[in-house]
């Protein structure tokens, strides 16, 4: 036993994993005890995640039961026993339910269980599937067991059925009886929880088995079981059901729950689709159109086959359903019309919603085959309809169904009325609104009149459903008319139906309403009724809000409110707006019943002869009405009074206006009917025109209106108005209506009526009448909305006009809230209804449009067109469906089989037919109107797939077409079923992005939405994370929107399907929309509710008041429902988030910000970082900032930072950050010790103001760094590893960042930080960002590390220079050029530092790798010089950098460069600052450059003792063994040794001078410069410098063109001086051939770019010798374009072409200019052809038409760019033949651009031309092909020329080609050409020609004489050596062997005056810059003669103009077309003489 006390002594969990049984046995022990005793949130259960599988796999058996209980006991209480689930629960079923003991079973069973109540149900259930795959039926059984049990405690919400019944049939089938028997309980219980559902899957298993279960199910008790075990998330459910089981089983609350708690299982959902069309018979569709009818009927079974599948894959079904419903339609054989119709029923039972697009196709096929009476046909189609009407909804069919109401066949109506009554019971109130409702009550009140009994029935069938599902308060409206016999059969059918959804509608209630109250009058409700009534429609308010109880009634309603009058009848009257109904009474009883209420005097003198008596008799009569009780207040017996003769002819207008005033009150204060209404209109109206009583009139019209309603009224008056001649009543009355409108709304109104006396009006003589008409039209407006103009089309434009006029007045205007008439809202107005009524208005107008049925001219005939194989076919199809459409105007919705051929269309591979079709499906919404909802399935969706097309113009069309279908159908038919999820699954990124944007346009003005939206959320999330940016960003955007109307929790859980690290990111992208989300948009708050106060019920206040809050937005009661939304929308979001609330107080507080902003806390720093190493608090570290990370900043920063800052620090809008910060800026010298004391704090925040969006912020977020890192600087701070480690990784983030200044910025931080962090440990945070997937990031990155490298030497390199140098080298390789560019940059530098050993550090680089980076090595051209001596002590070496430079300070940042140039120019200031010179000058930067050149230039005498070792004394003993070959183009001279060992750094020293911002030291420079280039014997010592010095000089370019020339103080003469001094010896460095030819490419890039910038600059032009500057460029474009090597000029053009046709900012300008070159080059190909590298030139053109394909190239706005490359490919291929294939060898991927293929296409063309290979080219240059072109060839040629000279822009350059062309061709004939033209143009040409060659013999003449120029004298070199150079090029070919040799032969030739003709050429994007902005500003004046002579030389040259003035001429013959220059001119001409005389010949 003595090792027994070995493992006693051992900690718990020690003794867990123990060897030894006993040990661990005593562990688990112990660990149960300890477990049951351990607080849930003790960090000691973290210790044993990890040994809680070993717990219940123990080996040992007696242990591992002791195991499980302690499992069982951690997983219950340890707050983290979630992180275990997956392989415990493994483990229970791999290890325990094996087991022979029934204990372990149990254990393991509970532990499952426990998992799952700890919201682990879903991994739990994963394990115990895999488990029923296992070999072992112990476990199988088990786990079948544990998945019942779970079930049955659980409940199917919490256990997911669907996947245990797809394994259910299988586990029949095993061998073991103890697995069935186990499946066979399982059944039972899942049956006991979805009942029926359960069959169909389980239809094919045994059939023995299949009755035992039906014997078993049948047992299943029906009581709807409950869940009786909770989840720890349910606890308050809990709670209640132990309160139920306490009060004895079920108390009446657990009735609601169990409604909820028990969904209902579709069993639909769990079954697996079928895929189905590819298993149709091959020769399906043929025999389906066989003649015999057997071969049909073969082919339905087939199908009928496949259908009975319960569950189809969805696909294209339309052929199918096409066939099936033209068999259902047309064939004469009955029984396959039934059997097709078996098929649809089965298709559309199959395919549910997806089914849905082709239901409109089918319907009326169906309906009108309802005519067969065979039963069992009948039989058929009822099924087939009944399934397809599931698939859709009553609204989609509506118009199909109501057309065939009015069939004449009783057949027919019966079955659709039949139809219509099945399909009323599958809706709700919701989905049957009243704008539903009404046609088909319309339609079926005729159908119970009909003469056929079955009908009769069947309408009243149909109506009793109706009355059922949607509450007898919006049927009765539309059953005013019918009498009470038909009313009570409606009723009695009411009481007989049985709905689907269960009845809800609160039937009690109903009946109520319904029992007619006893009296004469057949009132719906009397008085007595009135309070029952009242409670009885409160009731299905509740439970039904749906029912749409408060709108007022629609026109078709007899409405007299039952006299609802003024504020008295305010709560009285039920809600229904009841009718009051008053039979006509004679006159007799009227007398009687007035003499009742009247003062009898009173009544004898209404008809005295005296006018006083009158008087006082109405005055009685007012007086009497005025105390009468309303309800004894006998109206029509009053009024009839009044009438009583004189009546409305009364003469005497003071009694008549009494007269009118009585009316009113008798219509305000009695009940007031129709009846009495009749009785005084007409007298009402002839009084409106009155001029002293029409005020009374209309007065009383207004009163007659609130009693008997507007629509009603309106419609009265209007008639009788009309029916009269008297206009100026007409004109009143239309005024009164006007104004009518205003007060009573519009809804009711029948705006048919009001139209056509509209018209009538418009029409009138009477100017008053018509603007009257003009007036009402402006108000109808604001109600209608622009459909209104439709009905006006066809007046007189001048009419129009005036409507026009109006209608636009009314733009912008709302409709004002109703004030009248509001009553009869005020008691139950639910929302719905109000909005329901609202949008009635606007689609009552559009249905009232006379539309056209165009069914008919939609041929078969068109049909076939629009589909025909040819594209113009289709076309003329398309068009003449534009026609039909234009035409008719408004259409109905019939357009029989143009859906599908429109569909067809939408993909056609012509993308011009495409948008043409896009365009009428547009044209077809607005034709149609709302009624195009029934094609959005087949048709709209479609559309939205065109948006993924990859044209931008297309998708544009698509989406105008969208926008344009959604305004008339409303989202709901988009969002409803798979289809749009299924468009967004598709991985196009076009299409995703599109949709995106629109869901998220159209989503936040929805108020609901379907709940299919949830199908689209997983492809959301897949787009959250799409390859694509732009698709990232949209996806994004969408967020909150779908999450306010899905909720945060559904979204959520949608992303348990994703991967894990999936899952995090796009719940952390959640979790930032939750706070983003917009409320959703409230329903438009009408006035009314706000009038009624107090009346409105409970439910309604909440949008009152929000409406309040909101201001007017929400009160606009519009009748356009999406305005009225929208406006909703935008004062809710501010309400509901209370943004603006916050900022209140701070206004308050701003006395309190007194006193300092940082408090400082003793060791509040210290304490800080104790907290987060001992995990206290979160460590500052993540991808995004989550809320959690901003709380505990929040926190700590509430000690030790002022609390108003600390609100604005955190406050919700950026313009607060701002301030924060403004004020930290201000504080920040005066609070040091603060700062530092929150230094950390402040870092950390400033990070979280790194992932804001908004610029501003970041700006000033940088500028606060700059000052806050001076400041630590200045105290000597050392930043700590916290503090380093929390900020330094976000602030290289931004080093990515696209703007540059932003990157700029973050530089000079990183800059400044070295100060106060050692640059080793910054070195690997840099490191880090390398990694980023943000190419500016590594790009950036990479360049730091040069720098770090570069002044602090290789010591800095972590964590060891080796690995590194590795790192950096990866990147060497990178997809993006930038980033390849910086990282052979960064290791050039190293390589400066350390020399050849950085190759040994570098290790293998892959071959293409190597060689890009010894190039690179080899142009930077230098030897290392010895590392820095600064490596030891980096900081105080830094600090005293930043003194020693402080003169430099003053000249500005070089860092305006942007990234590229940055580039470019590291290694060439690597360069110069080895060899001492400095040619840029940084203060952000203080590293960079050491010398301090202010010094050098004040000690001129010791400047070159001071240069530092230059490299080529070092080699000199190296030189001396070699023999150096006969010079072959000059002696060396003799001076060349010593002059090179100090002009080496004297050269060096005054180029960096040349880049000067001081313009005088610049110019000095140059003037040096010059006098070196002019001296013959001097000149090559520049050889070696040319790059050096060219960028230099275009540095000073941009320097001026940025800075200069923008600085006021600056007199521009310097300026002049300056550019002059630049051009000349510019000009005088390209007269020396070898010289120029060693300019590289991208050096000759960038001076082409300064050079054609300088051209087009428009201030040089105001400039006083502007002219002359522009001139000379002129002159030196032409220099460099002949002199430098022709290979490099030519790339350079090709490269800066490409940039600037990419370069969106660039002006068209430019890229001519440049074209101009390349055309100058192209004529120049003849001569250089021979010393091109063409390999090198093919290379770039592959390139460029790789960047720009020929398609990109046509969408050009200028045709220059093809021309001039396909003009540059001809002379190549015409000067080289059919060789130049083989110069294709620098191409990796020949197939990435279409060179080679048009190489190929001119090659034989000019095979085709030559007709024989024999003189295809010869050495002297091919010009003789050109004479053998054909004769159809020739034609060609001049009708292009002859296009161009006819064209406008190009006119000039076509008679220059012409020109050219008749001086090759003298014999060519150009009479035909011109014979066609007028005379004018004729002479025109005549004249062009005659012009050019006057001008073009001028130039000749001057070129000649002239000679050479007096400026270039000295320096012409003589004309021999252009052709020796030229071969010497190419004997240099190809150079092999390592590069070192390479670089020492370089430099040996270079010594001994030989050309190194063949450039290196740098990778094309160190090519790719832009203007660089060094900031400087200086002056000084000199070097006045150099511009007098450049001044001569340039009037010579004055041709040569490429002014921008003149560039729009555009002529390649006129602009660049003189001699070459003065050396090359006699060569020039002498050729020129013998191609004239060739072409003679």
Not at 304 to 332: F, I, M, R, W
Not at 1225 to 1230: A, D, K, R
Not at 1651 to 1661: A, Q
Not at 1934 to 1953: A, H, M, N, T
Request: proline residues 5%; aromatic residues 6%.
């Amino acid at each position: 036993m003595g090792d027994d006390s070995e493992w006693m002594k051992l900690p718990i969990d020690q003794k867990c994993e123990h060897k030894l049984w006993k040990a661990r046995l005593n562990g688990y022990e112990e660990a149960l005890k300890l477990f049951q005793k351990l607080d849930d949130k003790s960090p000691e259960w973290s210790k044993y995640l990890g040994l809680i599988k070993k717990f219940v796999t123990d080996s040992n058996a007696v242990a591992q039961l002791k195991g499980l209980e302690a499992a069982l006991a951690y997983v219950e209480n340890a707050h983290v026993a979630g992180k275990t689930t997956g392989e415990v629960a493994s483990g229970v079923v791999n290890k325990v339910f094996n087991q022979p003991k029934a204990r372990a079973k149990e254990l393991g069973l509970d532990i499952c269980l426990m998992y799952i109540e700890i919201e682990k149900g879903e991994a739990v259930q994963e394990e115990l599937l895999k488990g029923l795959d296992n070999k072992n039926p112990k476990i199988i059984v088990a786990c079948i067991e544990t998945l019942r049990k779970a079930l049955s405690e659980f409940g199917s919400k919490i256990i997911s059925l669907k996947p245990i019944i797809k394994v259910l049939p299988k586990l029949f089938e095993s061998r073991e009886k103890a697995v069935r028997d186990e499946a066979k309980l399982l059944a039972v219980e899942i049956y006991r929880w979805i009942r029926d559902a359960l069959r169909p899957p389980l239809q094919n298993i045994n059939s023995v088995q299949l009755k035992e279960l039906e014997e078993e199910w049948v047992k299943v008790s029906s009581a709807a079981p409950k869940q009786t075990r909770f989840l720890r998330s349910q606890q308050e459910l809990k709670a209640k059901f132990e309160q139920q089981q306490a009060a004895g089983g079920d108390a009446d609350g657990g009735d609601d729950d169990e409604e909820e708690a028990v969904p209902q299982v579709d069993a639909y959902e769990l079954l697996e689709a079928v895929e189905i069309l590819s298993k149709l018979p091959k020769d399906f569709y043929e025999k389906i159109e066989a003649k015999k009818w057997q071969e049909r009927k073969e082919a339905l079974e087939a199908v009928e086959l496949l259908v009975k599948n319960p569950k189809l894959e969805s696909g294209d079904y339309a052929d199918l359903v096409k066939v099936l419903k033209k068999v259902v339609g047309k064939d004469t054989n009955v029984m396959l019309v039934a059997l097709a119709a078996k098929c649809l029923t089965g298709l559309a039972s199959g395919l549910r919603k997806k089914f849905g697009q082709y239901a409109g196709h089918v319907v009326p096929t169906i309906l009108e085959k309802f005519k067969e009476k065979k039963p069992q046909v009948v039989q058929a189609l009822q099924e087939a309809i009944d399934a397809i009407f599931l698939t859709t909804t009553l609204q989609n069919i509506s118009e199909d169904v109501l057309a065939v109401m009015d069939n004449k066949n009783p057949t027919i109506k019966q079955q659709t009325s039949l139809f219509i009554a099945r399909s009323f019971r599958h809706c709700t109130p919701s989905t049957l609104p009243k704008s539903l409702l009404k046609p088909f009550c319309a339609a079926l009140l005729k159908h119970i009149n009909d003469s056929a009994p079955e009908v009769r029935d069947a309408g009243f069938e149909a109506l009793g459903t109706a009355l059922k599902v949607a509450g007898e308060k919006a049927v009765n409206p539309f059953l005013a008319d019918v009498d009470k016999l038909k009313l009570d059969r409606i009723k009695e059918c009411a009481e007989k139906v049985e709905l689907v959804y269960g009845k809800k509608t609160g039937g009690a209630a109903e009946k109520k309403e319904g029992k007619p109250i006893a009296g004469k009058t057949p009132a719906f409700s009397g008085n007595g009724g009135d309070k029952e009534t009242k409670d009885a429609a409160a009731k299905p308010l509740k439970k039904a809000p749906a029912a749409k109880p408060g709108g007022p009634p629609k026109k078709g309603k007899p409405a007299a409110a039952a006299g609802v009058g003024g504020a008295g009848a305010k709560g009285k009257k039920g809600p229904e707006t009841k009718e009051i109904f008053e039979s006509e009474l004679s006159i007799e009883v009227c007398e009687e019943k007035a003499a009742a209420v009247l003062p009898a005097s009173c009544i004898q003198q209404l008809d005295s002869g005296n006018w006083k008596e009158r008087l006082a008799c109405m005055e009685e009569f007012q007086k009497a009405v005025e105390l009468m009780e309303r309800s004894e207040m006998p109206c029509q017996a009053l009024v009839r009074m009044l009438a009583k003769k004189p009546g409305w002819k009364e003469t005497n207008f003071q009694v008549m206006q009494m007269k009118l005033h009585i009316v009113a009150l008798i219509a305000q204060k009695g009940n007031f009917s129709k009846t009495s209404a009749q009785v005084v209109l007409d007298g009402l109206v002839d009084k409106a025109g009155d001029v002293k009583c029409g005020s009374n009139a209309k007065e009383a019209m207004t009163a007659i209106a609130e009693a008997c309603q507007l629509p009603w009224t309106a419609e009265q008056v209007v008639a009788m108005a009309f029916s009269q001649k008297n206009p100026k009543n007409q004109s009143e009355t239309l005024n009164w209506l006007s104004n009518a409108i205003k007060e009573f709304g519009f809804s009711g109104l029948n705006v048919k009526a009001f139209i056509s006396n509209v018209k009538t009006a418009l029409a009138a003589t009477n100017p008053a009448v018509r603007t009257s008409a003009i007036t009402l039209l402006g108000v109808m407006y604001l109600y209608v909305g622009p459909s209104l103009r439709m009905f006006f089309e066809d007046e007189k434009p001048a009419l129009l006009s005036q409507i026009d006029a109006e209608f636009e007045k009314m733009q912008g205007q709302t409709a004002p809230a109703p004030t009248r008439g509001i009553s009869r809202h005020s008691v139950g107005g639910g929302d719905d209804g109000e909005e329901e009524e609202q949008e009635e208005v606007g689609n009552d107008v559009v249905d009232l449009l006379p539309r056209t049925d165009i069914g008919d001219k939609i041929t078969a005939e068109l049909v076939s067109k629009i589909g025909d194989k040819n594209w113009k076919i289709r076309k003329e199809g398309l068009d003449e469906v534009t026609s039909i459409i234009n035409e008719a105007k408004f259409i109905e919705p019939n357009i029989g089989e143009l859906p599908a051929a429109l569909k067809s269309r939408l993909n056609d591979s012509n993308k011009i037919l495409v948008q043409q079709t896009l365009s009428i499906l547009q044209q077809l919404a607005t034709a149609m109107g709302p009624n195009i909802k029934q094609h959005v399935k087949n048709l709209g969706i479609p559309v939205i797939t065109v948006l993924g097309d990859s044209k931008n113009n297309v998708r544009a069309a698509a989406l105008a077409t969208v926008n344009a279908w959604a305004e008339q159908t409303g989202m709901k038919e988009w969002l409803e079923g798979e289809d749009l999820s299924e468009e967004l699954k598709k991985e196009n990124p076009f299409l995703r992005q599109e949709l995106l944007g629109w869901l998220a346009e159209k989503l936040p003005t929805l108020r609901s939405v379907p709940s299919d939206l949830l199908l689209c959320v997983p492809h959301l999330y897949s787009c959250l994370e799409d390859r694509n940016g732009d698709v990232r960003k949209k996806a994004q955007d969408a967020l909150p929107f779908f999450m306010m109307h899905l909720g945060f929790e559904k979204m959520a859980k949608a992303t348990s399907k994703l991967k894990p690290t999936s899952k995090d990111q796009v719940l952390a992208m959640l979790e930032k929309a939750k706070a983003n989300m917009p409320a959703k948009p409230a329903p438009p708050a009408k006035a009314s509710s706000r009038v009624a106060g107090g009346a409105a019920p409970a439910k309604f206040q909440p949008a009152s008041a929000l409406a309040e809050d909101s201001g007017p937005n929400t009160m606009e009661s519009k009748p356009d429902p999406k305005r009225a939304k929208a406006g909703g929308t935008s004062s809710k979001a501010k309400g509901v988030q209370g943004k603006k609330v916050l900022s209140k107080p701070n206004l308050k507080e701003d006395d309190d910000k007194s006193g300092p902003i940082f408090i400082i806390v003793p060791n509040g720093k210290e304490q800080r970082m104790k907290d987060e190493k001992g995990l206290k608090v979160l460590k500052w570290n993540f991808t995004t900032p989550r809320d959690e990370y901003i709380e505990q900043l929040k926190t700590q920063m509430s000690s030790c930072v002022a609390k108003w800052l600390q609100d604005e620090m955190f406050h919700a809008d950026f313009q607060h950050h701002n301030k924060a910060l403004a004020v930290m800026i201000e504080h920040l010298e005066s609070e040091k010790d603060g700062v530092i004391s929150c230094l950390d704090l402040i870092l950390k925040w400033v990070t979280l103001r790194f992932f804001d969006t908004n610029t501003s912020v970041l700006m000033k977020t940088l500028e606060y760094l700059k000052l806050l890192f001076n400041l630590l600087g200045q105290e000597e701070y050392h930043l700590t590893e916290n503090e380093a480690s929390s900020f330094i990784p976000y602030l290289i983030l931004k080093v990515g960042e696209p703007k540059d200044v932003i990157r700029r910025d973050v530089r000079a931080i990183l800059n400044r930080m070295c100060l106060i962090y050692p640059a080793s440990k910054m070195f690997t945070f840099i490191m880090e960002g390398t990694k980023s997937k943000n190419s500016k990031q590594r790009a950036e990155c990479l360049e730091e590390l040069g720098c770090l490298v570069e002044s602090y030497g290789m010591n800095v390199c972590q964590p060891t220079p080796g690995k590194a140098l590795k790192e950096m080298a990866t990147h060497i390789g990178d997809r993006d050029n930038t980033v390849r560019n910086a990282a052979l940059n960064t290791i050039v530098t190293v390589y400066n530092v350390h020399g050849d050993q950085v190759f040994k550090l570098i290790g293998n680089l892959s071959e293409k790798d190597m060689s890009m980076l010894e190039e690179r090595i080899k142009r930077s051209a230098k030897r290392p010089s010895a590392a820095p001596v600064r490596q030891a002590e980096e900081k105080p070496q830094r600090t005293q950098n930043i003194s020693a430079n402080a003169s430099m300070l003053r000249k500005g940042p070089a860092e305006d460069m942007s990234s590229k140039l940055k580039i470019m120019y590291r290694t060439y200031r690597i360069q110069n600052r080895n060899m001492g010179s400095h040619s840029e000058t940084t203060h952000t930067v203080p590293r960079e450059f050491q010398l301090d050149l202010d010094e050098i230039e004040n000690d001129n005498g010791t400047v070159r003792c001071e240069m530092p070792a230059l490299v080529q004394h070092k080699l000199d003993d190296i030189f001396e063994p070699v023999l150096i070959p006969e010079p072959k183009i000059r002696a060396v001279s003799p001076h060349f040794d010593d002059m090179h060992s100090n002009t080496a750094s004297t050269i060096n020293f005054v180029i960096s001078q040349v880049a000067s911002g001081d313009i005088n030291t610049s110019i000095q420079a140059l003037a040096q410069i010059d006098e070196v280039l002019r001296q013959e014997d001097k000149a090559e010592a520049m050889s070696g410098h040319i790059d050096q010095f060219l960028i230099a000089t275009f540095m000073q370019l941009r320097l001026i063109y940025n800075t200069h020339m923008a600085d006021e103080k600056l007199d521009k003469d310097e300026i002049v001086k300056l550019y002059s001094c630049i051009i000349g010896s510019m000009i005088s460095l390209f007269q020396i051939e070898s010289l120029a030819r060693e300019a590289s490419t991208g050096v000759l890039k960038d001076l082409m770019h300064g050079l054609i910038t300088l051209m087009l600059d428009s201030r040089v032009e105001d400039l006083e010798e502007g002219e002359q500057v522009i001139r000379s460029v002129n002159l030196l474009v032409v220099k460099v374009l002949e002199k430098s090597d022709q290979t490099n000029i030519l790339s350079a053009l090709l490269v800066l072409l490409q940039d600037s046709l990419l370069a969106t900012a660039s002006s068209p300008k430019f890229s001519e200019l440049v074209m101009k070159c390349l055309w100058r080059m192209v004529r120049l190909l003849p001569e250089t052809i021979n010393s091109i590298n063409l390999d090198r030139i093919l290379l770039d053109i592959h390139i460029f038409m790789k960047v720009f394909p020929k398609e990109k190239l046509k969408q050009c706005k200028s045709e220059f760019p093809i021309r001039t490359l396909k003009t540059l490919l001809h002379t190549l291929c015409k000067l080289k033949g059919p060789k130049i294939l083989d110069h294709l060898t620098m191409i990796d991927n020949k197939n990435e651009s279409e060179l080679e293929a048009h190489l190929c296409r001119v090659m034989k063309h000019s095979m085709n031309q030559t007709g024989s290979k024999a003189d295809k080219d010869t050495e002297k240059g091919a010009s003789h092909i050109e004479e053998k072109a054909s004769k159809a060839k020739v034609n060609d040629i001049l009708a292009e020329i002859f296009k161009k000279i006819g064209s406008k822009e190009n006119t000039k350059e076509g008679l220059a080609e012409l020109y050219e062309y008749k001086k090759k061709y003298s014999d060519a004939d150009i009479e035909p050409f011109l014979k066609n033209s007028s005379q004018f143009f004729q002479s025109y040409v005549e004249r062009g020609l005659r012009l050019i060659e006057t001008e073009r013999e001028g130039k000749g003449r001057i070129a000649a004489s002239t000679g050479i120029s007096p400026q270039m004298e000295g320096t012409c070199v003589p004309a021999s050596t252009h052709t020796v150079s030229s071969s010497i090029g190419n004997t240099n070919g190809e150079e092999v062997g390592p590069s070192v040799y390479l670089e020492r032969l370089k430099i040996l030739r270079q010594r001994c005056g030989l050309d190194n003709a063949k450039e290196d050429r740098p990778p094309l994007t160190s090519l790719l810059s832009k203007p660089a902005v060094p900031t400087v500003a200086s002056s000084t004046d000199m070097l006045h003669s150099k511009l007098s002579q450049l001044r001569e030389s340039r009037e010579q040259y004055q041709h040569l103009d490429l002014d921008s003035n003149q560039t729009h001429s555009s002529g390649i013959g006129t602009t660049l077309a003189s001699p070459s220059s003065a050396a090359a001119n006699i060569d020039d001409l002498k050729k020129r003489l013998e191609r004239i005389k060739s072409s003679r010949k």
